[in-house]
């Protein structure tokens, strides 16, 4: 399968390197997935497993999304013979992720991890029984590596490449990034099931729905964002490059809904002005989601955007309190917040909401102010999360000291896991998400019950809370945090300034 494009030193055909990508998420296991987590496939895969194939190995790829456990990776053991499985790792995935590795190993064949999670934690993995780790863009590293391993090369010290010598870790240096998106071949999409993903759409939304990237990394600074594999770098793709992914997509898998999956959509506006030009210039006709900066929802955008086929924005709001977003190194102001929502509400485009709880140096009157500002916009969708303090991130730095010993949250729980010792207790924190819960009701119950009696729904839940859910569940000796500036709260490093502002994605 190696394609025309080659860079590399080319290897006689019969030593390609075989190389086997494994999504190791399993849907069914997911009991957020029901819930909110929407199904597409791994764009850092199928990317790799292109590149790969254009710089003269064989890939292959296995996506566990609709299987039921890890037995198909060792049915592509016997069958592909790779010579390197290669696994992607979220935080989510890493107990199957080790499972592979075994796997791998028992079968006589090494295996390499990348991604977020191994990116950020690559002992662990390598502990886990991975012979290396990944680190940065994974693109020329696993060519490199695969090349390496076919010619008997030595891997320790390659760029990007982390692994053990004599039970030493040994970290190559990190790999330049690639400067040029447009170089990128397409994505691999044959070597999954897409149509698993689009009829699953079908059947669930009516539409083809699929997943595009058209830049990596993100330049803004959000104190508890987590950027292990780009970091502060922000790259875009053309315009030209993205309406031919959009056009390719359309054209073979029928796709009629895109979600552009950037960390924030759109940050110039020039360039999207010309994505929006070629699109209609394109005859494309699709739908499309994106999550964007609340400072680029000009009305005058969104109706373009509109008009081309937009549909619904993710909106990093977060807070209510602008105490809160300027401790979070936001850069956002509450008035851009709110004339996104209102504009967003003009056009009739769904608006979907991050909130987060738990912030260090949130008081219970800023969640008030959050309760207060969702009250006001009734979002037609929103998640309410309590802080994950994510490793490498300064909000972690900040409480490390304070880590609950929890690893990660408890699925089940719905993102309501509290890591570390916040001002009130985990069952306060939840409590304040169920206030989200029934003003989200409550919001959609108006229409249907008359105003007066969603009032007095709303008050007598406002005096419960008050009166009775706050004193009891303050926890032992917890006192509501006094208010203080910013400057005053225990955060450390101060962030670098930025004039501009950012979302989550
Ligand atoms: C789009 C997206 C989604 C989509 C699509 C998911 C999918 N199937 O990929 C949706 C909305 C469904 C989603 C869901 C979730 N996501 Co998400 N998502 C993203 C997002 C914004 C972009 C992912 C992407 O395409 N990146 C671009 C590609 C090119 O980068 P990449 O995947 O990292 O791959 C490169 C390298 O990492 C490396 N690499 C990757 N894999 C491998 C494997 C090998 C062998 C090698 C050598 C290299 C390598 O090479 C690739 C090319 O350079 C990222 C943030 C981000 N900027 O990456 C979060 C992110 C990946 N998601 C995250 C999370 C937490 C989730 C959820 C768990 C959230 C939830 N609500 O439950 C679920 C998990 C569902 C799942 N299927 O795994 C976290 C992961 C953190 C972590 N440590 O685990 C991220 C990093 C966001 C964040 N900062 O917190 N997500
Ligand atoms: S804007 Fe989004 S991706 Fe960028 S730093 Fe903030 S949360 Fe992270």
Redesign the pocket.
Known sequence: MPSAKFTGTRLPATSAPRVL?V?P?IARE?P?ERK??????????L??GAYLRSHGCVASMVDL?FARDVRPVGAAIRSFRPDIV????????HRRAAEIARLARAAGVQS??????S??RPEFYLDTGFDFV?T????A??VA?AQGLATGAEIAGMPGVVLRRAGRTVHGPSRPVIRELDDLPLPAWDLIDMDGYLERWQRRTGERRS?V?TS?GCPFDCSW??????GRTFRQQSPQRVVRELQALQQRYGVDYVRF?D?VFGISRAWLDELLDRMEAADLHLKFECLARVDLLKPDLLKRMREAGLERVYVGVESGSQKMLDLMNRGTRLAQVERAAEALRAEGIRQFWFLMLGYPGESLADIEATLQLFRRFSPEEYSVSIAVP?PGTRFHEAVKDRLTGRSTPRRRSGGSTLLYEATYTEHLYRWEQARFGLEAALGKARGKLSDRVVDRIGHVADRFHERVATPLLMGDGTSEEPERSPAELPLLPPPRRRSSSGSR?
Do not use: I, W
């Not at 390499?112 to 999670?117: E, H, L, Q, R, T």
């Not at 940065?136 to 693109?139: A, D, H, L, R, S």
């Not at 964002?225 to 780009?230: E, H, L, M, V």
């Open positions: 990508l999504d998420y997911d957020m909110f987590v929407e199904l597409y496939p791994s764009l850092g895969l990317t790799l999304t290669g696994v992607h790792t979220k935080t989510l995935t390499v991890a990348g991604g977020p999670d990116a950020s990944v940065g863009e994974g693109e590293t696993s590596l997943a990237l990596r964002c987590s950027k292990p594999t780009f999956c960390d994510v994605p």
